[in-house]
């Protein structure tokens, strides 16, 4: 029996909104998340990427505060967000939702003119989105108070509980009052996280879509075993041929390591006559958001990011991502795959694996719980200092369990959590 948005409890004002973003049928995540938001209970929410978890926290968020509309300036729900562009499209639901709600949403973030968003917080909001670089700025002078925050949501949750955010996490929930509401969504919860979790909520219900490091299976994912030094040509021969999917992709997503890589990359791709863009933290947010939208409307056919980007790009019609290196954390793989094969259109991911990059690769497969297959790209010339792991690799999805390698994910410098450069 199919769910309606109706059923979940959410009031006529937030179903005007749901009919004017033109949803019909709530996604899973949504049909099991609204209910226990609108019970007031804290929550741990984790599904695949594309599955609708923003709606799935707005739309209670914004009926559970309804009756505070107007008693002070609020903000009376705050979400945070790692990065500018989610904040960005948290913003395209909520500003939908409260033109029928008559709320008010204000979103803060880095990149953009301070005193504008002073200006709209001085006006009064309902629901606050921020980054939390932004917010803390803001707070430390006195532009924004959160005393009377009843809902937190911490969009991305693995992220703003990892050692890189924790810290102004933990400054901006010191700054909530005692008892407020809890919310956490994200693409992946690891257990690393779970002890944070326990000392932030209180009783949570868990809502488990995919279980953890599950990728989507309109995803058809290719190991690349290459060099270091031939990982720029094989991605110059895989946008020419089209690679397994046969035909030239309009859309390429591309993931470096670091910024640097990302701009070296940029500048050989456009030299050699590729139509390239570029997204990491170093670019103003005006030429991030237009690299986006160039790539959405097909101006450009590649776009280099860095992982922070993985959490922020939401464009349909991705036909492949390039993970030019592999990434350090698992769960990193788990988003940056996660931005091809949406809607249930098939995608293909690459993962580029030279010699020195497969203890990395070992603790992707034992966290998604499955090898990935090795794929190499037709009358492409391999250089013979490439290693292919593990002979008897599979040359399709693989159901085995047990992986060689460390359960240990680094966490020193070498293991990103600390030395990774968006």
């Known amino acids: 029996m199919t769910t309606t948005f109706a059923e979940l409890g959410l009031n006529e004002q937030i179903l005007a909104g749901v009919d004017a973003l033109g949803f019909t049928t709530p996604t899973p995540v949504q049909a ?17 990427t594309g599955t609708g978890k923003t709606a ?51 979103i803060v973030m880095g990149g953009t003119k301070f005193d504008k968003q002073i200006a709209e917080l001085q006006r009064g909001c309902d629901l606050l989105v921020a980054t939390p670089g932004r917010l803390i700025d803001l707070m430390e002078h006195k532009h924004v108070s ?40 994200s693409a992946t919860i690891p ?45 110059r021969a895989l946008l020419d041929t089209g690679g397994a999917a046969g035909e030239k992709p309009e859309r390429v997503l591309v993931f470096c390591r670091t910024k640097h890589r990302v701009d070296d990359v940029s500048k050989t791709l456009k030299a050699a006559g590729v139509k390239v863009d570029v997204m990491h933290a170093d670019r103003p947010q005006a030429a ?17 990011a860095t992982d922070v980007m993985s959490r922020g790009i939401d464009v349909s019609g991705i036909d492949a991502v390039v993970n030019f290196d592999v990434p350090m954390d698992p769960e990193d793989y788990v988003h940056r795959i996660g931005r091809t094969g949406r809607a ?47 002979a008897d690799r599979p040359t399709k999805r693989s159901t085995r369990t047990m992986f060689a390698g460390s359960r240990q994910r680094g966490r020193g410098i070498r293991g990103g959590r600390y030395g990774r450069h968006y």
């Open 146 to 185: 959160l005393a009377q925050v009843k809902v937190l949501v911490l969009d991305e949750a693995d992220r703003m509980l990892d050692m890189g955010f924790w810290p102004s996490v933990r400054r901006i929930m010191h700054a909530l009052p005692e008892r407020h509401q809890t919310l956490l969504f």
């Open 288 to 304: 991030r958001a237009r690299a986006l939208e160039r790539f959405r409307d097909g101006k450009v056919q590649v776009l280099v």
């Open 32 to 48: 099991q998340a609204i209910p226990v938001v609108l019970e007031g209970r804290d929550i741990v929410a984790s599904a695949q």
């Open 56 to 106: 799935a926290f707005a739309l209670p968020t914004l009926q559970l505060i309804a009756g505070a509309h107007g008693q002070g300036k609020g903000p009376h729900a705050l979400v945070v967000t790692p990065t500018r562009e989610l904040a960005a499209q948290i913003e395209d639901v909520v500003s939908v939702v409260c033109e029928k709600t008559g709320q008010r949403a204000v």
């Open 344 to 390: 249930g259109a098939t995608g293909h991911a690459y993962t580029f694996v030279a010699p020195d990059e497969i203890s990395p690769l070992r603790e992707i497969e034992y966290f998604t719980k499955k090898l990935v297959p090795v794929w190499d790209l037709p009358g492409f010339s391999y250089d013979s200092g490439r290693i292919i792991p593990q």
């Open 191 to 235: 257990p690393s996280i779970k002890s944070t979790i326990d000392a932030l909520l209180t009783d949570p219900v868990t809502v488990e879509i995919a279980r953890v490091g599950e990728t989507a299976d309109t995803v058809e994912e290719h190991l690349c075993p290459v060099t270091q030094g031939q990982k720029i040509d094989l991605l």
